[in-house]
């Protein structure tokens, strides 16, 4: 609506281009694991057609990215409080998280071995790893606090927004230098809509599973027929 074309957001991963998580991995590689930090150069290729980044993995590499873009403006989200942003994670992104990356969950173990492809599971548990995603449902809070302190003593305050979406079009055009629409500021992504898209995405991995499963089953069930004859046979 304000001419932003491209924002980047883990959508465009889980949902539209699937091998940005390769690129993401190398990244995580490069910050937590002592592989090569990502340069200009390498943000261009993963993040070079987009006019703007928001949400995770981008997030992790906020100093990066900001270094990367000198030139980009920066808009720190923030919510009335610690407690109702803590809530509305625990709400939805947590039992996403839960479900997906939960090492004590023993269909979850099952299903990550044979699915070894599944679109950013390896970067999901690098996030899970290196950063505060896997203590955010007991440190959540202060990792809020932390995070937003760290903004607002990282970036002149002439390239930062410090912006509630309840304050609505004004500020953040102001900051934008753009003009405000006639049109109501939207609100998307709730937490009702954010379950259904986590929900969708579980259902294709729980066919991609059952697809390989029974592809698996067409190759081997006739030798493992013959194999359980065989020893039958012995006896």
């Not at 055009?173 to 898209?197: H, Q, T």
Request: with cysteine; aromatic share 12%; hydrophobic share 40%.
């Amino acid at each position: 609506m304000l001419g932003y074309n491209d924002v980047y957001h883990f959508t465009n991963i889980a949902a539209e281009n699937p091998r940005d998580a390769e690129m993401w991995e190398e990244a995580m590689e490069g910050k937590f694991e002592g592989g090569k930090p990502f340069t200009r150069e390498d943000w261009d290729q993963l993040l070079g057609h987009c006019m703007a980044v928001s949400d995770a993995p981008a997030n992790i590499f906020s100093k990066e990215l900001m270094d990367a873009y000198p030139e980009a403006k920066v808009i720190l989200s923030v919510r009335d409080s610690a407690e109702a942003w803590h809530k509305s994670w625990m709400d939805s992104v947590q039992p996403a998280l839960d479900k997906t990356i939960n090492r004590k969950d023993i269909f979850a173990r099952f299903l990550r071995a044979c699915l070894p492809h599944i679109p950013g599971k390896r970067l999901l548990m690098q996030m899970n790893d290196y950063t505060e995603f896997g203590t955010a449902k007991e440190h959540g809070i202060e990792w809020y606090h932390n995070h937003n302190q760290w903004v607002r003593d990282n970036v002149a305050a002439e390239r930062l927004l410090e912006f509630n979406v309840k304050e609505g079009w004004e500020p953040l055009c102001k900051f934008l230098n753009k003009p405000i629409p006639d049109e109501p500021f939207p609100f998307v992504n709730e937490k009702e809509e954010f379950m259904r898209g986590v929900q969708k995405r579980r259902q294709e991995f729980h066919k991609m599973f059952h697809d390989r499963l029974m592809s698996f089953f067409s190759i081997m069930g006739l030798p493992l027929l013959a194999l359980l004859s065989w020893m039958v046979m012995l006896r």
